[in-house]
């Protein structure tokens, strides 16, 4: 798969660039009222230590994924986590704070008032991760990369690092089992990979998109099958998870999209970067309940109402695998696919 190359961002002139500015600030001013909807259960911040790679994220009921995301994230060089949880109550509360690398704070306000999360995290972004590495990464997001099997993230970063490079892009690629919905479990605590090894390997689109400057990604199987006949409403698989934090940076949706704006260009063909995959593990069995649950809260997308469709789907159970399926082996695979670049990290 050929990746684009982005125009130069075209000039904002006086009035673009001032609204953005202030778009910018009013992220950052929200953060700032958001925490007040946080409370502390285990603060370990103070044990963060000299030059670290920090781990962010908003959890609700991930107490299957939970021992393996920890535990993948570690072995790649993560320091600490700062997780916000939204009101769990599988025992992933109480999992959490006993992690001796997990500060952890929670809230029962509202998710999608908090811009999914985002108002939370960069809260704990502006205060704990200005000029770290910082990893924003939900619990069914496990980020693969060029050499990940005997390269850390921590050497990723330190290439990036003497590049000037601020930021490293990642594609999240749906994972799905062979067979309808809800009939393959995984065992809390195990690999969901085991149970969740195809993907689509064809069909993804990429467009530059000039307000932000970014590349958008879509496809995959739930465009195939639930938004055939409105692309535009799904889901954005571009995503920014790993960034050089500043206190004044901003996510603006989810982490597909940055403020400042040139930070937005990590998969621009011409600067020839590293890319990653974000291997989502949306699909285990449990999808079908929560997937009820989440239709009736209205908490995961802006507008609700156009998605009821897509939910009955997925309660329906469908099997997504097709004959253009393709088994997940590792990240050279994804590389040749085109869904991932080494770029001038060799």
Not at 5 to 19: E, K, S, V
Not at 76 to 92: E, R, Y
Not at 118 to 146: F, K, M, N, S
Not at 274 to 300: C, M, N, T, W, Y
Request: charged share 25%; net charge positive; hydrophobic share 35%.
């Amino acid at each position: 798969m050929a990746r684009p190359a982005a125009p130069d961002l075209p000039p904002l002139g006086l009035t673009g660039a001032y609204r953005m500015r202030w778009k910018r600030r009013r992220m950052l001013w929200r953060a700032l009222r958001a925490r007040r909807q946080m409370q502390k259960v285990a603060d370990r911040t103070r044990n963060i230590p000299e030059d670290p790679l920090l781990c962010f994220a908003t959890m609700r009921n991930e107490m299957t994924r939970l021992p393996f995301y920890l535990e993948h994230y570690r072995s790649a060089g993560v320091s600490q986590f700062l997780i916000v949880d939204n009101g769990s109550t599988d025992g992933s509360t109480e999992y959490l704070a006993q992690q001796p690398d997990v500060s952890l704070w929670q809230t029962r306000a509202s998710y999608r008032e908090s811009r999914f999360g985002v108002d939370w995290l960069t809260w704990l972004q502006i205060r704990h991760g200005h000029g770290r590495w910082c990893l924003t990464a939900d619990a069914d997001e496990i980020l693969t990369y060029p050499y990940a099997d005997s390269r850390s993230l921590r050497d990723l970063t330190a290439w990036l690092d003497r590049h000037g490079v601020a930021a490293f892009g990642a594609m999240m690629l749906d994972m799905y089992p062979k067979g309808w919905l809800g009939s393959h479990s995984c065992t809390p605590g195990g690999d969901p990979f085991e149970t969740l090894n195809w993907f689509d390997a064809e069909g993804y689109t990429w467009e530059y998109l000039e307000r932000y400057g970014q590349i958008s990604i879509r496809g995959g199987p739930r465009k195939r099958l639930f938004f055939l006949d409105n692309p535009d409403f799904a889901p954005h698989l571009h995503k920014i998870p790993l960034v050089r934090w500043n206190r004044r940076f901003a996510y603006v949706s989810s982490t597909h999209t940055l403020l400042p704006r040139h930070l937005n260009s990590v998969f621009d063909a011409r600067l020839n970067l590293p890319s990653g995959v974000l291997l989502h593990s949306k699909f285990l069995d449990e999808i079908i309940r929560k997937s009820a649950e989440e239709k009736q809260r209205r908490q995961h997308f802006t507008h609700a109402e156009r998605y009821d469709a897509y939910y009955d789907g997925i309660m329906a159970g469908p099997d997504l695998w097709y004959p253009g399926s393709v088994r997940y082996e590792d990240w050279r695979q994804l590389e040749q696919l085109g869904l991932m670049t080494r770029g001038s990290w060799q």
